[in-house]
């Protein structure tokens, strides 16, 4: 129940301040975040078809 609170919490405050943002600056966050994340899959997942433990 708490990590719900906590999540609903960051989640309010990642909104809110994107509506506060103007739309390009938004749209560029959110690109950059996308990229970010998607280079961590594509590290996690060739890590993890390599076999090797961490």
Same mark, same amino acid.
Do not use: K, N, S
């Given at each position: 129940?708490?990590? *719900? =609170? %906590? /999540?609903?919490? *960051?989640?309010? @405050?990642?909104?809110? &301040? /994107? /509506? !506060?943002?103007? $739309?390009? $600056? &938004?749209? @560029? %966050? %959110? /690109? $950059?975040?996308? =990229?970010?994340? *998607?280079?961590?899959? *594509?590290?996690?997942?060739? !890590? !993890?078809?390599?076999? &090797?433990?961490?």
């Amino acid at each position: 129940m708490l990590f *719900l =609170v %906590a /999540a609903l919490l *960051l989640m309010g @405050i990642a909104l809110g &301040t /994107a /509506a !506060h943002l103007p $739309v390009p $600056v &938004t749209l @560029i %966050a %959110a /690109a $950059v975040i996308t =990229v970010w994340l *998607l280079v961590f899959y *594509l590290r996690e997942r060739r !890590h !993890h078809t390599e076999g &090797t433990p961490r």
